[in-house]
């Protein structure tokens, strides 16, 4: 009996897939995530990076709002000239800028 190794099965999965007509490729982001804190004493901020494979801006747009977890945070997106992908938020007066950059 046939037993497929994982590459084989791999193998079979793009095949399937190209004849639906559904291969997609995930893009990689690098993520930098920034909070702004306005503490008299503490003047620094916060950043956080991180590499995502997401599947194409409305996918990156999910995953701000999904990292806001603010129903009425206020969201701007910003596209840079170089495809960077910005987003200003200001949830209940906390300051935040998650930027994606296609690595």
């Not at 897939?17 to 893009?27: A, D």
Request: aromatic fraction near 12%.
């Amino acid at each position: 009996m046939f037993q497929p190794d994982i590459f084989t099965g791999f193998y079979i999965q793009m095949i399937f897939h190209r004849r639906k007509g559904e291969e997609r490729q995930m893009k990689e982001y690098e993520m930098v995530w920034e909070i702004f804190n306005e503490c008299a004493n503490n003047q620094m901020r916060d950043v956080f990076i991180e590499e995502l494979s997401l599947d194409g801006e409305a996918a990156v747009d999910a995953k701000v709002a999904e990292l806001c977890k603010d129903d009425q945070a206020e969201i701007e997106k910003e596209v840079l000239a170089d495809g960077s992908l910005v987003y200003h938020v200001n949830a209940h007066g906390l300051m935040q800028r998650y930027t994606f950059t296609e690595i």
